[in-house]
């Protein structure tokens, strides 16, 4: 089930990772601006970020199982939409459909990785993390092979996956429900047991308020390079587009690898030490990109990708643990804001290409990850107070 899972997610996230993939071709043969590119992933990621939370109390009250195929269902109409798309109100309208499928997806995928877990909740989320990560590495890959070279077409060969994903879920869904039914004659619920101390309601606001901080950084961070780092490699380094895309799934799939090695080693050594160690390493590094030279630019890329989403799954199941009888409204409200950071991020660094340049953009973002040190204030958990 946690393989499954993690390949529904994969399916998804590649749905959705068709978005950011058009956007050189919507650049080059619409004529699009920044600015517009940065409003389509607005509209996707903060339709799913508003939507995400609300899905996730609403199944912690009242389980719905089978919201998953039909979740998908809805991204296979906002993607069948996109690509046969006539204009660019109706590539709006189409990453609504988007939207409402991840938004359904997310939280109640995580709550499957749950169930499957047993004690391996890190491994098991980082499986589930690695499935949506791989799908939004794709993106690069797309563009440079399917969508550059065939066009809004080109996206359609995703609708075959889409279909498979519409199966995978619905035999899930048979599983969730039955996991559910046993539960209800064994009159016990399964209860999350925290990694972390007792805390007040006043330590727990301030802990998830220390984590979404760090969430809107790492999200509002990666969102640049995935989605606009391209254009300043073009224009710094005179990279041409598939070159330039080759370059941002490096990052993405070093970002797979640091996701997956992430919530196996927070259920050895700690939840809070391995969000640390994906704060302090990368802020240097970041720090630098925008100045190196090309060939060290490749080597930044990967350690800054493996390191920075090293947290990805962990701050899931680190807010989970914070508040573990919300298991749903917690994986809603992690990944929901860190869609709607995207999203936030998207609008605005495109706003920013627009008026001041591509060059002083990427400079000013860089100074963003200096936010996550926060992550030195996060209460300590089991792990670290034995160490």
Known sequence: MMVAIGICHLINDTMQAVIPAMFPLLERDLGLTFTQLGLISFVLNMFASILQPVVGFVTDKKALPFALPLGMVSSFIGLTMLVLA????????????????????????????????GNKRGLAQSIYQVGGNSGQALAPLISAFLILPFGMYGASVILILTAIGIFLLTKIAFWYKKQLEEEKLAKTKKVL????????????GIALSLLLIIIFARSF???????????????????NIEMGQLLI??????????????????????????????????????????????WLVVIELIIIGA?????????????????PTKIGTMA????????????????????????YGIRLTMIVISVLPILMLVALLLPKDRAERAA
Not at 193 to 202: C, D, E, G, I, V
Not at 268 to 288: A, D, M, T
């Open 332 to 355: 809603g409200l992690t990944v929901g804001f860190a869609f709607g950071m995207g999203a936030i991020g998207s609008i605005v660094i495109g706003m920013l290409m627009d008026s």
């Open 193 to 204: 047991l925290s990694s972390l101390p007792p805390l007040t309601k006043r330590q727990v």
């Open 86 to 117: 006539p204009n660019y109100w109706m590539i709006l309208v189409s990453v609504l459909f988007l939207g409402f499928g991840s938004a359904i997806f997310h939280p109640e995928g995580s709550r499957v990785s749950y169930m499957a877990a």
């Open 221 to 239: 961070y990666t969102t640049n390079i995935t989605n606009f780092y391209v254009f300043y490699l073009i224009e710094q380094y005179s990279l």
């Open 307 to 323: 390191l920075i989403m090293i947290s990805f799954s962990v701050t899931v199941v680190y807010a989970q643990e914070l508040v």
């Open 249 to 294: 799934f490096i990052f993405m799939a070093f970002g797979v690898v640091g996701t997956f090695f992430g919530g196996p080693l927070s259920d050895k050594i700690g939840r809070k030490n391995v969000i640390l160690l994906s704060v302090v390493v990368p802020i240097p590094l970041c720090l630098v990109l925008p100045y190196v030279p090309l």
